[in-house]
């Protein structure tokens, strides 16, 4: 499997360096592309289109979506339900009623098995089985099992996670780092979250020490 990655993530290095930039554009409210000197490399004929991430843009046409790569070429069909950008080789997709994950080569790394995958934030992604909420890897291996009522993406090393229909915040190996004692709780940013607990809001710190209270406009 090891060597499998490997070689993925070679075709995507080989992509990538042998690509130019293309920029999207609109003609007759149709999405296409073109390079930097203006001249166009994909006509305007889908319905909308991404810009590019990581050497791909995700294209859609009749509700399917598939892929471009940076030389215009259509390299994934449009043929899926839902489409995320590729991270490390890999693109969630959706297929029937799941999603599961692909390769550049349009190949399964992963059968379609959960109900939302949604994209990579600081190396996991987010995924829903049974309406419960847990994170993989670019492997494809779920790090952190679904068994959250809600989980939110890592922000500086910390999610935020429902249990008992209250939020707390975890790290990446599971550790529960702040209780579930709040009755909603937002992602750190600059080390900072904001949180309530009852009808207060307060800013707290990654001990979990309150900054300041948060007081309530007056209109």
């Known amino acids: 499997m090891k060597k499998f990655h ?3 993530l070679l075709l995507h290095a080989t992509y990538f360096a042998n690509s130019q930039v293309l920029y999207r554009y609109y003609e007759n409210a149709q999405a296409g592309y073109k390079n930097e000197n203006g001249e166009v490399v994909v006509p305007a004929k889908y319905y909308a289109g991404s810009e590019f991430v990581n050497g791909f ?7 399917l979506r598939g892929y471009l790569n940076s030389n215009g070429e259509e390299i994934i069909p449009l043929m899926y339900r839902d489409a995320q950008p590729f991270y490390n080789g890999i693109a969630a997709v959706k297929s029937g009623d799941l999603y599961g994950f692909i390769t550049v080569v349009n190949e399964w790394k992963l059968r379609p098995y959960y109900q939302a995958i949604y994209a990579f934030n600081e190396g996991l992604a987010r995924v829903m089985i049974h309406d419960k909420y847990g994170f993989v890897n670019d492997q494809c291996k779920e790090v952190l099992s679904p068994t959250y009522e809600y989980a939110s993406d890592f922000s500086e090393g910390m999610a935020v996670v429902k249990i008992n229909n209250k939020y707390g915040y975890i790290n990446k190996n599971g550790n529960l780092m702040l209780e579930a004692i709040y009755d909603s709780a937002i992602s750190f940013l600059n080390d900072q979250a904001s949180v309530r607990i009852g009808k207060e809001y307060f800013v707290i710190n990654k001990s979990g020490l ?8 007056k209109h």
Request: glycine content about 0%; overall charge positive; hydrophobic content about 55%.
């Open 57 to 63: 843009a995700i294209v859609m046409n009749k509700d």
């Open 210 to 217: 309150m900054i300041r209270k948060i007081e309530e406009r």
């Open 6 to 8: 490997l070689l993925i």
